[in-house]
C-alpha cells in the first residue's frame, strides 16, 4: 500500500513514517516545515536534538534499507498538494499536518487565523485531491478529543441517538471545543463527513486524546532517527511537560485544582491505532469516527503518579497549583467511550510506572538542553494579545500591529 503521512517531520508524523516504512508500505513525507518555524518565532525547541528530515530520511535508509519519499511544501498551496496526491497515487493519506497547539492558537488574533487557515484550508485541499485524482483513498484525519469539550454525559464516538419531540436521528455528538486550534478540528470533521456524503468519499476522523512518550521502536534504532519531544509553555502537553519539570525540580504545573480530565494514550499506540485504520479502511461514502485514546486522566492524578516516579528515583518534586490560564472546567464529569479501536484489535500499553521511568530516564539525560524560561505557561485564554516574553509573538511587533477600524459609516438622522 502507498501512504502519504502529512506532518511528517512532526512529533507523531516521523515516527509514524518510519513505522508504516518498516512494515513494507511505500511511505511519501509532506511538511512545509512550518513547525520549525513556529518554535524559532517563539524561542522554543524540542528537548531532543532533532535531524533534519533529510538527514533522517538517509539515516533510515542507511539503518533499514528502506526509502520514504519527501514531498517538500505547503498542504494550504492546491497546485502542491493536488500535484503530490495525483503522482504518488496513495491508497491512504494520514493527515497529521496541522497546527496542533491550543495555547498557540490562542496568542492572539493573528494566531487564530494562522491556525484555522492553516488547518481548515490544508484539509479542505486534501479532501479535494482525493477527489480529483484518487477518490478510492482513504482518509484517515487527526482529529481531537478536545472536540467534544467536557460535557456533562458521557461521550460517544462521534455520534448520539438523540429522541427529540418524539422523532429519533443518529446525529454528530455536539461539539463544545476549548481554544481556536481544537475549534479548527471540528470545522474539519465538518467539512470531511460533507465531503463523504456528496462525493462518497472514505474517511475515518481519529479524535486523539493527549499523547504521551519519548520513543518507538523505530527511533531508537538511532539517534537521528529521535523524534521531537515538546515541553514549553506553548508546544509541550501536560504529561510530558511534567516528566521534563520533574527532571529539573522544577514544581509540577498544575492548572487550577488540577480536576480537568482528559484521554491520554501512548505514543506507540498512536502508531498501532493509525495502523489499524488504514488496514481496516472506510468504505466508500463512509465518515467514521473512533475516539483515539486508552485511559483518562485527571491532570491532578497525573502529577500525583509523576511525584511518586520521580520519589522512587530519590527526587523530591513539588506540585504547584497555579491559576488556570484557559478557559476550562476545572471540575467535572468525564467519560468517554473507547472501544472501536480496541475492537478492531488495539492492545492498549496502559501508563505504568516502568514507562514513566523510561520518560524520565530520557530526559534526564537531555535536562541541560531545557530553557527554563520558556516553561511557563506563556499565553492567557482571556488576553486577546499575549506578548509571551521575547515579544515576537505580540500583535505590538512592528510591521504586525493590528490596522486602525475603518471609521464608522455616517448614518444620518431624521430631524
Ligand atoms: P507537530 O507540530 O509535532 O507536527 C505537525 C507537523 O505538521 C509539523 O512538522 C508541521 O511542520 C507540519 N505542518 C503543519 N502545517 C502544515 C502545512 N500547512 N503544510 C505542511 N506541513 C504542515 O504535531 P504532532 O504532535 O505530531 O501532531 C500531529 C497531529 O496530531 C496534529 O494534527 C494534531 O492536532 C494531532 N494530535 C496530536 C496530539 C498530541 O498530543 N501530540 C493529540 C491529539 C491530536
Ligand atoms: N495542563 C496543566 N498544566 C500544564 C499543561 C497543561 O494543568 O502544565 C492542563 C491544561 O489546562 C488542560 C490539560 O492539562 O486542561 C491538557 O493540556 P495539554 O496542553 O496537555 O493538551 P491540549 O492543549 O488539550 O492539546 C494536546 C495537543 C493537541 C491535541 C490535544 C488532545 O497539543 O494537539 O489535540 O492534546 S485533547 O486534549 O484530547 O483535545
Keep these: 500500500m502507498r501512504v502519504i503521512v502529512t506532518g511528517g517531520d512532526g512529533y507523531l508524523g516521523w515516527p509514524q513514517a518510519m513505522y508504516l516504512s518498516k512494515r513494507g508500505y511505500e511511505v511519501c513525507v509532506v511538511d512545509n516545515f512550518s513547525r520549525r ?5 517563539g524561542g522554543t525547541e524540542s528537548l531532543i536534538p532533532i535531524a533534519s528530515l533529510h538527514d533522517r530520511v ?32 496513495p491508497d491512504a493519506i494520514v493527515h497529521y499536518g496541522e497546527q496542533r497547539s491550543a495555547p498557540f492558537s490562542m496568542i492572539d488574533r493573528r494566531h487564530s487565523v494562522l491556525t484555522q487557515v492553516n488547518n481548515i484550508v490544508g484539509t479542505l485541499n486534501i479532501v479535494y ?14 482529529g481531537t478529543m478536545g472536540e467534544y469539550g467536557t460535557p456533562n454525559i458521557d461521550i460517544e464516538e462521534g455520534f448520539i441517538e438523540i429522541t427529540h419531540n418524539g422523532r429519533t436521528d443518529t446525529l454528530p455528538f455536539p461539539k463544545q471545543p476549548g481554544s481556536f486550534y481544537h475549534l479548527s478540528k471540528v470545522h474539519d470533521s465538518h467539512n470531511i463527513q460533507f465531503a463523504c456524503k456528496i462525493w462518497g468519499i472514505r474517511s475515518t476522523d481519529l479524535n486523539q486524546g493527549v499523547v504521551y512518550g519519548i520513543e518507538t521502536d523505530e527511533t531508537m534504532l538511532d539517534e537521528r532517527l529521535a523524534t521531537r519531544f515538546d515541553y ?11 516528566c521534563i519539570e520533574a527532571a529539573i525540580g522544577h514544581p509540577l504545573t498544575v492548572h487550577g485544582k488540577g480536576g480537568q480530565t482528559r484521554g491520554y494514550l501512548n505514543i506507540r499506540d498512536t502508531m498501532r491505532c493509525i495502523e489499524i485504520a488504514i488496514e481496516k479502511p472506510a468504505k466508500p461514502g463512509e465518515y467514521r469516527v473512533f475516539n483515539q485514546f486508552t485511559e483518562q486522566f485527571s491532570v491532578a492524578q497525573l502529577a500525583d503518579l509523576i511525584q511518586a516516579a520521580a520519589k522512587h528515583k530519590g ?8 491559576a488556570d490560564p484557559r478557559v476550562e472546567a476545572e ?12 475492537d478492531l484489535g488495539l492492545k492498549p500499553r496502559l501508563l505504568s510506572d516502568t514507562l ?6 530520557k530526559v534526564e539525560h537531555y535536562k541541560h538542553r531545557v530553557k527554563k524560561d520558556r516553561i511557563e505557561a506563556l499565553v492567557n485564554w482571556r488576553n486577546t494579545s499575549n506578548a509571551i516574553g521575547y515579544g ?24
Design 232 to 242: 514549553d509553555g506553548i508546544w509541550g502537553t501536560v504529561l510530558n511537560r511534567f
Design 392 to 415: 515576537t509573538m505580540s500583535a505590538k511587533v512592528e510591521g504586525e500591529a493590528e490596522p486602525e477600524p475603518k471609521p464608522k459609516a455616517r448614518i444620518s438622522r431624521a430631524r
Design 356 to 361: 514513566i521511568d523510561s520518560v524520565l530516564d
Design 129 to 142: 485531491a482525493i477527489r480529483e485524482h484518487v477518490p478510492e483513498c482513504h482518509l484517515v484525519k487527526l
Design 37 to 41: 518555524l513556529w518554535d524559532l518565532e
Design 331 to 342: 471540575v467535572h464529569y468525564y467519560n468517554a467511550r473507547h472501544t472501536k479501536l480496541i
Design 315 to 322: 527526587r523530591t518534586v513539588a506540585i504547584q497549583h497555579i
Design 58 to 89: 538517509a539515516a533510515w535508509r542507511e539503518t533499514t534499507g528502506k526509502s520514504i519519499q519527501i514531498a517538500v511544501g505547503d498542504l494550504t498551496d492546491f497546485p502542491f498538494i493536488s500535484g503530490v496526491v495525483r503522482d504518488f497515487k
